[in-house]
């Protein structure tokens, strides 16, 4: 199984800063038919199910803030988020769909400092 | 508007069985595979079913020959048989939609999730 790993843990951003989380996936998640990394990042405020923000590493889901953005390539991904609002506090997760079985990282926790 | 709502979570002892259900609307049910993913505190979340359109059911190693999916596409109804349960299978289920889209192999509508605990 691909195993994806994120850093940091958590991390703590003023408002209106960028916040930047990590994502890497112990090989490729590049699906050479599409072109396109198979790679996702999730949202998950407390007490509410994930959300899905991004797929094909850099593409954002209908809805998505454009302050949410994604990139990467291979196996090393980033979430970035340009200017933290206080409504973005949540655990954001990578997932990788290449293959079966889909597997998400161990999560990064976004507050305020 | 999609809704996924789930039901059956319970305490139940280590090698006990039960069932889980997840009623869908607001959207074609039939034309969508499904999935239950959980999330523990441990571990995060893991993936541990899905079904295709077809009926084709899938699993992770952790739970083969132990879950097992299935759906009604006539009531809009998913299932989850949990037999064999362990204290590691403590966990809060959620029925998740796979999307059709050029976002397939992701999850993106999850229901508020049951929460399934087993000990003794």
């Known amino acids: 199984d691909i195993v994806m790993t994120q850093s940091p843990d958590s991390l703590a951003v003023s408002l209106g800063e960028r916040a930047t989380i990590n994502c890497k996936s112990s090989?490729?998640?590049?699906?050479?038919?599409?072109?396109?990394?198979?790679l996702a990042w999730y949202q998950q405020k407390p007490g509410q199910p994930p959300k899905l923000l991004i797929y094909?590493?850099?593409t954002r889901e209908s809805g998505v803030p454009d302050r949410f953005s994604g990139s990467g390539s291979g196996t090393d991904f980033t979430l970035t988020i340009s200017s933290l609002q206080a409504e973005d506090v949540a655990v954001y997760y990578c997932?990788?769909?290449?293959?079966?079985?889909?597997?998400f990282g161990e999560g990064t926790k976004v507050e305020i400092k | 508007e999609v809704q996924l709502v789930e039901s059956g979570g319970d305490l139940v002892q280590p090698g006990e069985s039960l069932r889980l259900s997840c009623a869908a609307s607001g959207f074609t049910f039939s034309t969508y595979d499904m999935h239950w993913v959980r999330q523990t505190a441990g571990k995060g979340l893991e993936w541990v079913s899905a079904?295709?359109?077809?009926?084709?059911?899938h699993y992770p190693g952790s739970v083969k020959g132990r879950f097992t999916i299935s759906r009604d596409n006539d009531k809009n109804f998913l299932y989850l048989q949990m037999n064999s349960l362990r204290a590691g299978d403590t966990a809060v289920y959620y029925c998740v939609r796979g999307p059709r889209g050029d976002n397939y192999g992701t999850f993106d509508y999850w229901g508020q999730g049951t929460l399934v605990t087993v000990s003794s």
């Open positions: 090989q490729s998640v590049f699906k050479s038919s599409k072109n396109k990394h198979n």
């Open positions: 997932q990788h769909y290449l293959d079966s079985p889909p597997i």
């Open positions: 094909w590493a850099s």
């Open positions: 079904i295709g359109t077809a009926g084709d059911t």
